[in-house]
């Protein structure tokens, strides 16, 4: 039970530091997060090539 209460207490600490992202924020993440989609993506779709290729 003490564990819980101490977890329970550590994500209100947490909760109470966090702060909304400004817009230029969210925008930089979001443009970081559809890059390294896309490269994922490219890196599969490039593997799918070579394997039916041989």
């Known amino acids: 039970m003490q564990k819980l209460k101490s977890f329970i207490v550590q994500c209100v600490r947490v909760w109470h530091i966090l ?3 400004t817009k230029q924020e969210f925008l930089m993440i979001s443009k970081i997060s559809a890059l390294g989609i896309l490269a ?3 890196v599969g779709f490039l593997i799918g090539i ?5």
């Not at 070579?50 to 041989?54: L, Q």
């Open 50 to 54: 070579i394997m039916k290729m041989f």
């Open 19 to 21: 702060k909304k992202p």
């Open 40 to 42: 994922i993506g490219l």
